[in-house]
């Protein structure tokens, strides 16, 4: 018979029993404590990823390693934890290659929805692109190592049925990866190897034939917050003053596909109310090349692949009062950044010299005096100017963007729907 | 060396001892050695390579017929690493990280094996050589390729022991006689013994400073059988070489140490954990256990105490800094990747193989043997009053006299300064990285728990030295000795590293330090052991105590630009295909 004890958690006084984790009973009383690498049959907890960092009895200590013992005095929502913690899953973001709208997993990613439920916009930390394999060679699976987290849950949880570890820790310190085993993984059978792709936070193991799961608005994370009440994202981005004169905004489509400018479109007839409160200056919409003047707000869309990318990002700073970047490509680099891992000539050589498609006798490298000339990576665009807010998506939905500017201008007070707050 | 048979690991304790059979066989570890592992153990490949991969002496591919280690801590550095490499490069064919064409020789950078107070050193097939530069560079490789054996034109270490306190106060570093604390051990019971070990207020010196006592009691108390004793001689801190200093002069207080704690908790084995860094150490630690067994102060009935029986053997490391960690080391002697445990229990409940084991420094243990050879009173002689007892340091860089001092707690970091004749310090970094830095204005302070304590490592830098270069190899060496488990440590050294950068290159602002600042706290909060958690340490202290220093690389003309990046940089490959 296990003891009744009592814990408080954010002042809440909660009756449980002893020695039980921490993250299920807060779970179980309605307080959601994030969490990732936590896996509840997995015991001793793992303790890897530190998302679910909390104050336990004064110190800050991971949830998913602490028993409940009377008494216990935990702080799940304080300000500097919510910062904590958030950072910790923004560090995840930068380290890995983290492309949602291209991986099998979104929307059913435990990583994606950290990052929903704690409103991660943008990472605060430089994006290392570092060059990662994508693992061809098991019999059953594809291991893609730009997604890992390094949780590991697959190495502890998949085993073959004579016990051997099909997944391994490989090196140490930011060159750990994890390897897998391909004897080993043969032996799994596909309802092991299916465990263990849904195992997996991210999409880092992905089971040959059965990845794709459910059309976008149906997966697991896409509509609501597993928080009792919905997180309020942005509520914070007031900046405009009170005044409702005429504001001008200018807009452009860097290295970026105009998904988010047709996005911008899609407030349809609100347009109509939005044309009497703002100016166009330049920006595709309107097809005005050149600024006429200071604005208000510019929204980017798109990172920086080429000169002509750098120069009309500084212009944009310095004609605007705010500068906005929306959708994933302009906050990071976004799909475009996929080539930062391969060496600049291998992606030309490629594109241009040893394509399929390349005309008999037209190998060549474009280049001269009018075009512009490529980066070696693409760029995020605060790697180039200082840039104010970020908006999420690819591309953030109508109503996302015009919260935003809207609030951005006017100081409205607004918030996001979960729903709306998406990266791909 | 035996047959290929006996090289197979019966046991998963074993596999670190097998892997280095093998690899000191061929050379480095081949593929048939790591199928032959994972078939005597019953474990898949993965996981052996996943051991094997974690450690930085252990080669899967060729490392030359002389495997060179070239250290890079940040007192090679300041004593001029860059022209010995480059001495090292020039003279071999080979290029840092790989082979001559000839295969002969291999060249790798290491982390700090012990030798700051004759720096830059490397070791030669784990043989060592020291105060090297581009002469004596030449003339070791022209040896070596007429055939000499690095054992034969190694260097003898010196250990330049330049203080000792007064007669009455010296507790390490006075005349020992073999067996003289272990004489007295029958006068006690195991109780009796933890009472003089705790009234001598005796505390872990690899810089944690728990009550040694009190730790053996814990030990002791658990009711689970066999226990364990392990010694841990993998100082990796850099900057510190005390204990290989402790091992070479006094092996035989160490092994007594050891024997006390068996006696005291109940256990009769023994396990000395020595870093890969220190193999040519291990003939004289054969030698001192071989020489306690004829004593018969190991062995059966050891001391004369019947019933107590006590075996030591040593485990060799294979490279890796984190594995100083308790139960990181554990991990590692049980032939695992040395990656910390969580903190669920102490090892003196659940330590080597689950079973209740005593985790000490060298130096504690040394400390054990004396106090009970010279008695409590003695030990609460000596020291400050609040924390009576010596401290053996390591000083290195900017002063005439580097080497070993055995200083009274309570001791000012002026006088150190005095006593090693560093001329003109400018800071100190104390305990090494993941400590603390020192300004000059704080000199007075005293050398002690509650005030500054020390694990071992004395490291002064004069005006000359850049501070951020000094942080810049810090983080380097956190960078890659990080275990890589947790994300804080594993993804926030790389990215305070990247930061450093640009604040080296000049195109920092303010809120960059900011930046740093704050994500230096998030890895100490969130961090899963104390590498992570003081990885940021130094640095965070460097910026509040260098503001002037900081400053200096700060840009203040910001104009809304991110000005580390650079466009004729960033379109330098393009051109350079295109023209």
Redo the contacts between chains.
Sequence with gaps: MTKKITITIDGQKIETEEGRNLVTVAQEKGIFIPSLCYYEHIDPPLGTCRVCTCNINGRPGPACMAKTAEGMEVEVYKPELENTRKAIVEMMFSEGNHFCPACEKSGNCDLQHMGYEMGVAHSRFPHLFKDRLIDFNPKRMVIEHNRCVKCRRCVEEVLTDDKKQVFSFQNRGNETVVGIDYVQEAKLSEAQALAAMNICPTGAILVRGKSMAKPFGDRRFDMTSVRKEEPKIFAQMTKGNDSFEKKTIATISLAGCFGCHMSMLDIDLGLLDLIELVDFDKSPLNDIKEFSKNCDIGLIEGGCCNSENIEVLREFRKKCDLLVTVGECAIWGGLPAMRNTIPLGECLEEAYLNCLTCETGEYIIPHGEELPKILDKVYACNEIVEIDYHIPGCPPTANHIWKAVKNLLWGEQFSILYSEFKYD | MGTENNLQPKKRTELLNCLWAFQNQHGYIRDEDVAACSQAL??????I??VL??YHFFHRQPAGQFTIYLNNSIISECKGFERVKEAFEKETGATFGGLDPSRQFGLFETACIGLSDQEPACLINFYPFTNLNTLKVKSIIAQLKQGADPADICDEVPDNLRHVPQADKAIYFRPYHPGAALQKLKDFSPESLIEEITRSKISGMGGAFYPTGKKWELCRQQPASPKYIACNADEGEPGTFKDRVIMNALPGLMLEGMIIAGYAVGSAHGIIYLRAEYTWLKPKLDMAIDQFYRMNLLGKNVAGINGFDFDIHIQLGAG?Y?CGQETAMLNSMEGK?G?PR???FFPTEKGYLGLPTVVNNVETFCAAARALELGADYFLNTGHPDFPGTKVLSISGDCRLPGIYEIEWGTSVKEVLELCQADDPHFIQLSGPSGECISMKEIDRKIMKGDLPCGGSFMIFNKHRDLLDIMMNFTEFF??????????C??????VQ??LEKIAKGLAYTTDFD?LR??GK?MR????CGLGKAATQSLLMALDKFPDYFNSKVDNQ?E???K??D?D??????????N
């Design positions: 019953g474990m898949s490949q993965v996981e390579e996943g991969s974690f890796s984190v990747r990656e969580t903190r669920q960078k890659s000795e990080s275990c890589g488990v947790c994300t804080p594993r993804a926030g050294n790389f990215i990247r930061k930046d704050e994500w998030i909060m969130t961090s899963r910001k809304g630009l991110n580390e990046f466009l940089r960033a379109v330098a490959e393009y051109e350079r295909f295109t």
